[in-house]
């Protein structure tokens, strides 16, 4: 009789207690699902065995949908209905991504929240969303046949420059497939957590991810179970695949040394010719050499042997290429590799001894690899999961993440007041009061930013509402508290409430498409770049701003008041006034102060005047002891 199994005490909880609870990897080339069990985290395989399925979904000719190896293989005969890499497209629009490189039929079409990409398929449009929760539906089935029950929900992991749109298309796909979301995890921190770095003692560290067609490197900063992204980079078109094209284009080479006419290859051909290079480059990272072996459709045989000295040589600009990223995130963090005490790989691509051996001279330290590159996150994302569902103790250390951009609003003069500064830890709720700009205002309107920079052009708008029905004051009295909320998963929410009359609006952002990594580089790096010029043009702003309110004051005053002034005097106010505008045309922001102090000046005793005028006009025709000072 074979023995059964009991669990170490605090490891497992009583069966009718553990809920079941997943985590995902959901990859550009390749997705997973892992679950933790009896305290460990393990991936789920499908019926033949298999850790992965790949990221591919077929609409096929018979109303069927196809999802993962078969769907792969059918890719070179069926291109316009065989998605893959559908991840690139989620939460972007047309403008986002270069259209000709890719096979599909994209439209575009428009809806409340904006733009948003779709791929004309013989089932239909399909949108990104639509292809993800296809994958997410089949492992979702995975995890429930070989669990043997239904999922009470599912860590999902996503890039750490992912933004919120990105997420929204993420969390989305989870829905359409009837997954619910625990959280939405940093695909870097997912890494983190399986090598139990959140246990480990407090550092930074470096999280290198080369997977099929994507380039990412986190440095993650820990301290009490708060991951802090410190830096992000990477190259959103260095993979895997790269090797695979090196090879191919190398052992065409061959066949054209051998043949004195060029060929070119079909699609067919070249598909085929691109597997058996991705074949032979697996095959050489626990080898010394590969053959390829293909029979192309016009009856030719390929038949050549790489061994691993040449596909070294043919890869090393790729490997190097990885390293100028790396530098930037480092130089970006303030960190040289002596502040970094360990680097975890991640991604099949790392499988490579090339890529590992030029990471440990990069770093000057072993990279971590005794977990599977290609699993990692998965198995990280389960933990969380595990947690989440509430399998564990209450004093477990639940991980936050942080923003990576910061998030502000639209003040006067076209500036960004910032709201919450980057890498804040999530969830994270912070307000702020603001006030009318002019007598009367009963509605204002909020326009939400994102972006390191001081004036609204430069950084990117996410949303914009109004709130209506102030109570009308004079400006500057009203108070406005506006309230930013961003949750666990990184998604904001903005409210506006009027603090005496509690009129109150908010609302979610789900901007329509997202931005690109290197445009959050670019505004990262533009944003430390361009401090000082931010500066002076927030003063020019502010200047500006004080300037033409009080001009308005003043012409409001004249309009009312201008019986308390002699011609001259008018006249006076008059000359100061033009200088001071065409002051603010000219736009030197000292010069702008400088007058404005002069029309103060010059209107002071006529400020004096009304002022005795209005106590005059309030006492009149009441006793003393009525009036209330
Ligand atoms: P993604 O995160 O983009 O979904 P993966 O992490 O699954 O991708 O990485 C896929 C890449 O890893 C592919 O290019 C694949 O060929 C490569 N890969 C997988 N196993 C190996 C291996 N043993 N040696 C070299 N490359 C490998
Ligand atoms: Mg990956």
Not at 80 to 89: G, H, M
Not at 123 to 144: D, F, M, N, Q
Not at 152 to 161: D, E, K, M, S
Not at 453 to 475: N, Y
Request: proline residues 3%.
């Amino acid at each position: 009789m074979a023995l059964l199994q009991i669990s170490e005490p605090g490891q497992s909880a009583a069966p009718h207690q553990h809920k079941l609870a997943v985590g995902i990897d959901l990859g550009t080339t390749n997705s997973l699902v892992a679950t933790v069990r009896s305290g460990l985290s393990s991936i789920l395989v499908d019926e033949d065995g298999h850790n992965l399925l790949p990221s591919v979904v077929r609409y096929m000719p018979d109303g069927g949908i196809e999802v993962g190896y078969s769907a792969q293989a059918a890719q070179s005969q069926d291109p316009t209905n065989t998605v893959v890499s559908a991840k690139r497209f989620m939460g972007r629009g047309l403008k986002d991504i270069d259209v000709s490189q890719q096979p599909y039929h994209f439209i575009e079409t428009k809806s409340a929240s904006g733009e948003m990409l779709q791929i004309e398929t013989r089932a239909g449009i399909k949108s990104p969303v639509e292809i993800s929760a296809e994958i997410l539906k089949t492992l979702k089935a995975r995890a429930e046949k070989s669990l043997g029950g239904e999922l009470v929900g599912a860590v999902i992991t996503v890039p750490a420059y992912f933004d919120d749109a990105q997420r929204q298309a993420t969390k989305d796909a989870a829905r359409l497939a009837g997954l619910n979301v625990l959280r939405l995890l940093n695909e870097p921190t997912a890494a983190a957590v399986a090598y139990g770095l959140d246990n480990a003692s407090e550092g930074i560290y470096v999280i290198y991810d080369l997977g099929g067609g994507t380039f990412d490197i986190s440095i993650l900063k820990l301290a009490k179970g708060v991951f802090e992204v410190l830096a992000t980079n990477g190259d959103s078109a260095l993979g895997g695949d790269d090797f695979d094209r090196r090879i191919f284009c190398w052992a065409l080479d061959q066949r054209l040394a051998e043949q004195s006419k060029c060929t070119p290859l079909n699609a067919q051909d070249t598909r085929l010719l691109l597997t058996k290079a991705r074949e032979a480059k697996e095959w050489l990272t626990d080898h010394a050499s590969a053959q390829i072996t293909s029979v192309l459709s016009t009856g030719e045989l390929l038949n050549v042997t790489l061994s691993t000295k040449q596909f070294n040589e043919l890869t090393q600009t790729l490997v190097t290429k990885t390293l100028a990223p790396t530098k930037k995130a480092l130089r970006d963090a303030g960190l040289t590799i002596e502040d970094i005490k360990g680097v975890v790989m991640v991604g099949g691509a790392t499988r490579m001894p090339q890529i590992r051996l030029s990471v440990a001279d990069f770093f000057k330290q072993t990279p971590l690899t005794n977990l599977d590159p290609d699993k990692v996150v998965a198995l990280g994302a389960a933990i969380q999961a595990n947690t989440l569902a509430g399998n564990k103790g209450d004093n477990e250390l639940l991980l936050l993440d942080v923003i990576p951009l910061s998030l502000g609003l639209e003040t006067m003069g076209g500036l960004v007041e910032k709201i919450i500064p980057r890498n804040s830890t999530l969830p994270i709720t912070r307000a702020q009061e603001f006030t009318t700009f002019k007598d009367g205002q009963t509605a204002m309107s909020i326009h939400v930013l994102q972006g390191e920079r001081e004036l609204v052009t430069d950084c990117r708008s996410l949303a914009r509402f109004e709130l209506r029905g102030i109570p009308p004051m004079v400006a500057g009295s009203a108070r406005i508290r506006v309230t930013f909320t961003v949750d666990a998963d990184g998604l904001l929410s903005v409210s506006a409430r009027e603090v005496a009359s509690n009129v109150e609006a908010n609302i979610v952002v789900k901007p329509s498409y997202g931005l690109s990594e290197e445009q959050i580089l670019n505004m990262l790096q533009s944003g430390f770049g361009a401090a000082e010029s931010d500066k002076q043009a927030r003063a020019l702003a502010e200047a500006k701003v004080d300037a033409e309110s009080l001009l308005a004051a003043i012409e409001i005053a004249l309009e009312k008041d201008s019986d308390l002034l002699n011609a001259q005097e008018i006249q006076a106010i008059r000359g100061k006034m033009d200088a001071l505008r065409a002051n603010i045309h000219a736009g030197a922001s000292h010069a702008i102060h400088e007058a404005t102090e002069a029309l103060n000046l010059a209107t002071e005793e006529f400020a004096a005047r009304r002022m005795d005028a209005s106590v005059s006009h309030a006492l009149a025709g009441k006793n003393l002891d009525e009036v209330n000072f």
